[in-house]
């Protein structure tokens, strides 16, 4: 941790533990925006390929010929440029029309917004206040309107009393000013084709069960795989970067806050991680007994994995942020039961007779398990030294290719040829050198090292038989060999 002026910033690294999207508000399309590539999908830098394209010798008629797909400028250019976009898991029958899109800059580089990271954390934080206070906003709350009949407040804005009252109307006002929170970026190999699945809730004759939606018949499913769902670009498990996590010490200062609103943001690593991996316990908790109580055995063991691993790691604060974290991730899920019956009722969410939210969205992997959007923020030292060895010895592996292709580059005509020897199989190493013998342009000292090294080799080998007398006819071919090679060494 370092102080500059008033900030005091922490390097923080974050690790995507299941799919995780920040979407771009765009879709990819195919013959649009990509192709296909080796049973996969592979999207075109399609201003590369252009360039390619006019800084090429193609003729006219050429180019005129060029049809209007991508796929035929990709032809035309000679080379796919962009990013190959690898399947999850397994692959598609038929390559998707349409894939949601990843946030990326110009360079294709995804990442994950420091605004995605702070809203969740923001999200996060008033959750687990309003959950310890409940009774005391509880006037903040819409109520029917006696004389209407309908909310005292649109759906729209139904929190926007409650959160006036939190962090004040003013923006000026709100204590989450003092956090900033810097961009992650990823890198584009780190990104798959993510196959996402709906798992819905249904009551048939008063029984609530699990079955699959299928988007695109609107029909519920007890299969999964008669069910389609979308393909989404994500950032997958194992996916590491680092950022930058802020507190504005002049403003955490400030007189103008009430200490209870400076309670909202604890201001050091060691406090936000309590505070954040309490609400993470308790929202994987009530995930695992959703998916514990219809039955979804994969998904409540993905949860409770997170849940374990969360218990035993005290240097991480877990999170779920961004795409498919779903109603309950992005309120925060902090309205008690009785409460949140009451909020549905006056907004008419749902049926009465059915958990809400009743959907969920899961990434296929063998089968749909992953729940979307966890990571783990913990301190960049953690990864700083393995990260500093691996561009070591990738700046060292990089250096001996450099050494060896110099190596070969001064090698003579004779030492390239012995060079090539180490990529068949050693059996065969005199007779490809016996071939070379008969090269004109080898001079008498490069034949006499070829014919000596032959030699050693039939010898090594037991191939050398220059007096063999009888009449075996695989050593009879040694023999015949091994004279020709005693011809050249008394001839040089």
């Keep these: 941790m370092k102080m500059q002026g008033k900030t005091i910033s922490v390097h923080l690294g974050v690790e995507v533990l299941t799919p995780l999207q920040c979407g771009s508000g765009e879709d990819l399309f195919k013959e649009s925006d990509y192709v296909e590539k080796d049973k996969g999908v592979f999207v075109v830098d399609q201003v590369r390929s252009f360039n390619e394209v006019a800084s090429g010798d193609h003729d006219k008629d050429t180019l005129l010929a060029c049809g209007n797909q991508l796929s035929d400028l990709v032809k035309l250019a000679g080379e796919h440029y962009g990013y190959a976009l690898p399947i999850l898991s397994g692959g598609f029958a038929k390559m998707p029309d349409k894939i949601r899109a990843h946030l990326k800059d110009a360079l294709f580089q995804p990442y994950i917004p420091g605004s995605a990271l702070k809203g969740a954390i923001s999200t996060a934080l008033i959750a687990e206040h309003l959950r310890s206070t409940p009774d005391n906003y509880q006037s903040f709350l819409p109520k029917k309107n006696a004389k209407t009949n309908k909310p005292t407040a649109p759906q729209k804005v139904a929190a926007k009393k409650l959160l006036d009252e939190l962090l004040g109307q003013d923006p000026k006002q709100n204590i989450f000013r003092a956090l900033h929170v810097k961009d ?94 309490h609400h993470a316990s308790y929202r994987l908790q009530q995930e695992i007994a959703f998916y514990h109580r219809y039955g979804a055995v994969k998904p409540e063991q993905e949860c409770t994995k997170l849940l374990n691993d969360l218990n035993q790691d005290s240097d991480s604060i877990y999170i779920q942020l961004s795409w498919g974290s779903g109603w309950r991730g992005m309120t925060g899920d902090w309205m008690s039961t009785d409460l949140a019956l009451e909020m549905r009722a006056l907004y008419n969410l749902g049926k009465t007779n059915m958990p809400f939210p009743k959907t969920r969205r899961l990434a296929v992997l063998g089968e749909p398990k992953f729940p979307l959007g966890w990571v783990r923020l913990f301190p960049y030292s953690q990864i700083e030294q393995k990260i500093k060895q691996q561009q070591a010895e990738q700046a060292a592996h990089k250096q001996r290719e450099i050494d060896e292709k110099q190596r070969i580059e001064s090698l003579s005509p004779l030492g390239k040829e012995l060079e090539n020897l180490k990529s068949v199989p050693e059996q065969e190493w005199d007779t490809r050198l016996l071939h070379k013998l008969d090269e004109a342009q080898l001079s008498k000292a490069d034949r006499k090292q070829i014919a000596e090294k032959i030699k050693q080799l039939m010898i090594k080998a037991d191939k050398w038989q220059p007096d063999f007398a009888g009449s075996n006819k695989s050593k009879l071919k040694f023999k015949e060999r091994s004279l020709k090679v005693l011809k050249f060494l008394s001839e040089l």
């Excluded at 699945?197 to 004759?205: I, P």
């Excluded at 699990?210 to 069910?227: E, I, Y």
């Excluded at 389609?228 to 194992?238: F, N, Q, S, T």
Aim: aromatic residues 12%; charged residues 30%; glycine residues 2%.
């Design 184 to 277: 992650a970026m990823f890198k584009p190999e780190q990104l798959r084709l993510v196959d996402i699945r709906w798992l819905n809730l249904t009551s048939r004759a008063d029984k609530v069960e699990a079955l699959w939606r299928s988007l695109s018949s609107r029909k519920n499913c007890p299969k999964w795989q008669d069910a389609d769902g979308i393909y989404a670009e994500m950032l997958v498990p194992k996916s590491t970067a680092s950022f930058q996590l802020q507190w504005d010490e002049f403003l955490l200062s400030d007189m103008q806050w009430s200490t209870a609103k400076k309670d909202f943001l604890p201001s050091n690593f060691e406090d936000l991680k309590g505070k954040l991996n």
